[in-house]
Structure formats: C-alpha cells, structure tokens
Nanobody, 116 residues
Framework: QVQLVESGGGLVQPGGSLTLSCAAT????????MGWYRQAPGKQRELVAT???????NYADSVKGRFTISRDNAKKTVPLQMNSLKPEDTAVYYC??????????WGQGTQVTVSS
C-alpha cells in the first residue's frame, strides 16, 4: 500500500527555520518525481518545490534561495529545508509523488505556522 507521511511542521517565528520530511512507502521510489506543495487558508494548493529521481530540482519563485528540497532514494525520504521563513509561508504542506502514466499520490499534510 502506497503511503506518504509528512512530519516536521510546527510553529516558528519569522526568520526561523524548519525541516519537513516526507517518508514514502512506494515501490520504485526513484522513478517518481517527488514534490512539496502547500495550501494556505482560502487559497489554492500551489507548488513549492519538486525533485526528480536524478536530483533535478524546481522551485516556486517565492521560495527560491530560502527552501531546499532533497531526496534519499535508499531511505525513500524527501526533506524540505525551509530557512528565513515568512508569515506568508504559513500553510499546510503536502508531499506528492508522481510518475508519467501512473497514479499520483499525496500525503495527509503537515501544518506550518510562521508567526511571532
């Protein structure tokens, strides 16, 4: 059974850091592009960052230079290092696995709140 489990969310002050992690129970993990998305109250879900099995990354302009996505194909984990956090980064953060011609998978989400 495929599962994506996010962890690491919480409350942090502006300018602070958090590291989210996505633990995947998924066969052929390295073939999946993994991504982090977020959804703030009243807004649509948006892309934060993605990483291919080979390590190519893509970031939303709003997080470039502040967030770093990585992956460990052996451990099937996808960390998201978030630095210099801003109140506008407050959202539920979701992990996603996708692969051409197959089903996409989503985690249940983890809340990140940036507030003083």
């Amino acid at each position: 059974q495929v599962q994506l489990v996010e962890s690491g969310g919480g409350l942090v002050q502006p300018g602070g850091s958090l590291t989210l992690s996505c633990a995947a129970t998924i066969p052929f993990f390295s073939l999946y592009r993994m991504g982090w998305y977020r959804q703030a109250p009243g807004k649509q879900r948006e892309l934060v960052a993605t990483i291919t099995g080979g390590g190519s990354t893509n970031y939303a302009d709003s997080v470039k230079g502040r967030f770093t996505i990585s992956r460990d194909n052996a451990k099937k984990t996808v960390p998201l290092q978030m630095n210099s956090l801003k109140p506008e980064d407050t959202a539920v953060y979701y992990c996603k696995a996708d692969r051409p011609s197959t089903q996409n998978y989503w985690g249940q989400g983890t809340q990140v709140t940036v507030s003083s």
